[in-house]
T-cell receptor, first 113, second 113 residues
Framework: SQTIHQWPATLVQPVGSPLSLECTVE??????LYWYRQAAGRGLQLLFY??????ISSEVPQNLSASRPQDRQFILSSKKLLLSDSSFYLC????????????FGSGTRLTVV | GDSVTQMEGPVTLSEEAFLTINCTYT??????LFWYVQYPGEGLQLLLK?????DKGSNKGFEATYRKETTSFHLEKGSVQVSDSAVYFC????????????FGKGTKLTVNP
């Protein structure tokens, strides 16, 4: 069966420090991968998605970047965090453009201080 | 373009009350429809889905019927519990040339004992 792992679960980082959040998927190949952000009490904002290794689409220009160094690995990064980057970050995967929907990771609560 | 409109929250109910969360969609053709649930501090989980018109998705006492005539997929539960307190998202799978799930803005449900 397929599983998705996202870590860390919580993270407190100082302003100006770098960020690396990792997401991996097991039990499938060539998944579509997604990074979402969810501010407190708000809906979901799609940040990046990837349909293959090295292929990244950015939805919102900002202080973040994404990379997909391996088929089932998706990384969200920042060189210098801002206070406004504090949020709940969610990774998800899907079997391409299908009717099966997404499977989400458990999320990372990032607090920038 | 494709969109999902969900009733605005928050919704507060007493235990054992009846729940309805409205969802309507705009899409080409007859896509699958999803309801996701997000419990506090967690990622999203697929709650139920329907893949064609007149289908009824059900899970954990929740139901939603795919109504193509009214382009709706309302979520219902006959008797809510405190443990149902969560945010509920209605969603469409990727349409046309898109790779992205289309989410509603989410409805926060609080059930009081």
């Amino acid at each position: 069966s397929q599983t998705i792992h996202q870590w860390p679960a919580t993270l407190v980082q100082p302003v100006g420090s770098p960020l690396s959040l990792e997401c991996t998927v097991e039990g499938t190949s060539n998944p579509n991968l997604y990074w979402y952000r969810q501010a407190a009490g708000r809906g979901l904002q799609l940040l990046f998605y990837s349909v293959g290794i090295g292929q990244i689409s950015s939805e919102v220009p900002q202080n973040l970047s994404a990379s997909r160094p391996q088929d089932r690995q998706f990384i969200l990064s920042s060189k210098k965090l801002l206070l406004s980057d504090s949020s709940f970050y969610l990774c998800a995967w899907s079997e391409g453009r299908t009717n099966y929907g997404y499977t989400f990771g458990s999320g990372t609560r990032l607090t920038v201080v | 373009g494709d969109s999902v409109t969900q009733m605005e929250g928050p919704v507060t109910l007493s235990e054992e009350a009846f729940l309805t969360i409205n969802c309507t969609y705009t899409a080409t053709g007859y896509p699958s429809l999803f309801w996701y649930v997000q419990y506090p501090g967690e990622g999203l989980q697929l709650l139920l889905k329907a893949t064609k018109a007149d289908d009824k998705g059900s899970n954990k006492g929740f139901e939603a019927t795919y109504r193509k005539e009214t382009t709706s997929f309302h979520l219902e539960k006959g008797s809510v519990q405190v443990s149902d307190s969560a945010v509920y998202f209605c969603a469409l799978p990727p349409q046309g040339g898109s790779e992205k799930l289309v989410f509603g803005k989410g409805t926060k449900l609080t059930v009081n004992p």
